[in-house]
């Protein structure tokens, strides 16, 4: 048996899995969080991007919605695997709650790394995403990082 929050490697991926017990019950309106280590390499993005649709489809969100979730996180995660420094992790963090998904996808980056908020990609984000932004800031130890949160919508009501 694997103890929840023990990290696994494997090739490259690094994880931390918070599992439920099984007969553990969630009261209504509780968030549950996910979170994935990669490395930052775009290779390892469809490893991401299938969670982020897994997610999406357990929380009963419609096709559409999961397909734009999907789509939402594989640009950001390519963005920011691109200004990633070498050999450090993409590291995402999936908020799941009644009616949206919150994805924060970050990386370390060289300093003064700034994301161009003009780009199509920006653009192709904004479009998926219900709310999409990005911050600066330090990971710790003080090494810069760059990060994108977005938050999706289940969609419902057609």
Known sequence: MIRPDTPRRTK?????????????AHPAGTDNTVEIRVAARPALIPTVRAVASDLAARADFDLDAVSDLRMAVD????TLVAMATPGTPLRCT?????????????????????????????????????????ET?????????????LHKLAGHGL
């Open 137 to 149: 800031g330090e990971e710790d130890g003080g090494r810069p990082a760059l990060t994108i949160r």
């Open 75 to 78: 640009e950001a995660c390519a």
């Open 94 to 134: 999936f908020a799941v709650s009644d009616e949206r998904i919150e994805v924060t996808a970050r990386v370390e980056t060289g300093s003064g790394a700034q994301l161009p908020t003009d780009s199509f990609g920006w653009r192709v984000l904004q479009t998926l995403a219900d709310h999409v932004a990005v």
């Open 12 to 24: 490259g991926l690094v994880s931390v899995a918070q599992e439920d017990v099984a007969g553990t």
